[in-house]
């Protein structure tokens, strides 16, 4: 059996601000949940860009279990303590909020060869902690279109 391509309308698009995009759809059959950054045409209507990044639905469903622990890191940079957050999503994508910055990294890693360890890719999305804040309260938006799917993981 053929899995269907991408479906044009998406199941739920909705804004966290600065172009930023949370987006459920399917893609040959598979629900994926990207955070994406949309741009405008010249006639205002906007289109999907490359930047950003998609997740299967086990790792849309680790960033919802351990948003307490960003909340956290995220007070302990406004406290203007150490942060070093790491948590690992599945595969090579980790969420991180580091000292340097003031933004949730949702981001694919990988080991360059000859390297003793992971390095975060070009792959991913930085989202501010307000755009973290928005994001928190769109999950249960997606879990009400796909909470059946999410169920599953």
């Known amino acids: ?4 391509q991408t479906e044009k309308t998406p199941i739920l698009k909705e804004s966290i601000g600065r172009n930023m995009f ?3 759809s399917k893609f040959y059959g598979d629900t994926k949940v990207h955070l994406r950054v949309y ?11 490359r930047k950003g990044i998609a997740l299967d639905l086990e790792k849309w469903k680790n ?6 622990d960003v909340d956290s890191a995220i007070d302990q940079y406004d ?3 150490q942060v070093a957050y790491k948590q690992h999503l599945g595969e ?23 390297n003793g360890e992971i390095v975060p890719t ?5 989202i501010t902690f307000d755009q973290w804040e928005t994001l928190k309260e769109l999950m249960s938006e997606v879990g ?9 993981i």
């Open 1 to 4: 059996m053929v899995k269907e």
């Open 22 to 24: 949370l987006v459920v």
């Open 39 to 49: 741009e405008e045409n010249e006639d205002g209507s906007d289109y999907l860009t």
């Open 63 to 68: 960033i919802t279990y351990y948003q307490d």
């Open 79 to 81: 406290a203007e303590m």
């Open 92 to 114: 090579n994508y980790y969420m991180t909020v580091g000292k340097d910055y003031p933004v949730v990294n949702i981001r694919k890693w990988w080991m360059p060869p000859g």
């Open 122 to 126: 070009k792959k991913g999305a930085a």
């Open 144 to 152: 009400k279109k796909i909470g059946d799917q999410l169920k599953e």
